[in-house]
T-cell receptor, first 117, second 110 residues
Framework: GAVVSQHPSWVICKSGTSVKIECRSL??????MFWYRQFPKQSLMLMAT?????????EQGVEKDKFLINHASLTLSTLTVTSAHPEDSSFYIC?????????????FGEGSWLTVV | QKEVEQNSGPLSVPEGAIASLNCTYS??????FFWYRQYSGKSPELIMS????GDKEDGRFTAQLNKASQYVSLLIRDSQPSDSATYLC??????????FGTGTKLQVIP
């Protein structure tokens, strides 16, 4: 069964609006979650590391004020794309780091397709 | 030098053949190694993990790890058209974040 649940699977929003994507760890508590973005036919790009109870760590070049990450509980992290623009249209994927017993395996959510019109 | 390198492909193999996917990494103290499969438009799914030198088999898949040479490979036996996807190699050291390669696109020709 799924280890990580991501919602919504796809969303269309108008330019200038904000959209929130949720990522839930179903099987274990996750102190660390990761957010990726992937443009068509390109590789995964790590955007940020979401840390439960503290600020997210953003990768170089990722605007933290535009991509707001909240990790308020051990099973939920959210990514909010603020003032979205067409160039933000992409596939957003969250992942969860499993426990030591799993070898700290990274499990991915189903991904969320964002289209900004 | 990239931290994790993979040939982007596409690697084309006929149905029923063995597909061999390779990955090299630069961090000598890496401890955990993963192979993911990603179908077009979908998120990656874990195929196998390997932590010690040697081979690890799971069904038609065999992961091979050689830490001295810093490479990890994935063999797919009896390749099927449904195996056509992009295969991502991932490497991790301790509690550091995982590093992904850019992936190898595999095409299995019926």
């Amino acid at each position: 069964g799924a280890v990580v649940s991501q919602h919504p699977s796809w969303v269309i929003c108008k330019s200038g609006t904000s959209v929130k994507i949720e990522c839930r760890s179903l099987d274990f508590q996750a102190t660390t979650m990761f957010w990726y973005r992937q443009f068509p036919k390109q590789s995964l790009m790590l955007m940020a590391t979401s840390n439960e109870g503290s600020k997210a760590t953003y990768e170089q070049g990722v605007e933290k004020d535009k991509f707001l990450i909240n990790h308020a509980s051990l099973t939920l992290s959210t990514l909010t794309v603020t003032s979205a623009h067409p160039e933000d249209s992409s596939f957003y994927i969250c992942s969860v780091q499993g426990p030591t017993s799993s070898g700290n395996t990274i499990y991915f959510g189903e991904g969320s397709w964002l289209t900004v019109v | 030098q990239k931290e994790v390198e993979q040939n982007s492909g596409p690697l084309s193999v006929p149905e029923g053949a063995i597909a061999s996917l390779n990955c090299t990494y630069s961090d000598r103290v890496s401890q955990s190694f993963f192979w993911y499969r990603q179908y077009s438009g979908k998120s990656p799914e874990l195929i196998m993990s390997i932590y010690s030198n040697g081979d690890k088999e799971d069904g038609r898949f065999t992961a091979q790890l050689n830490k001295a040479s810093q490479y990890v490979s994935l063999l797919i036996r009896d390749s099927q058209p449904s195996d056509s996807a992009t295969y991502l190699c991932a490497v991790k050291r301790g509690y550091q974040k995982v590093t992904f390669g850019t992936g190898t696109k595999l095409q299995v020709i019926p």
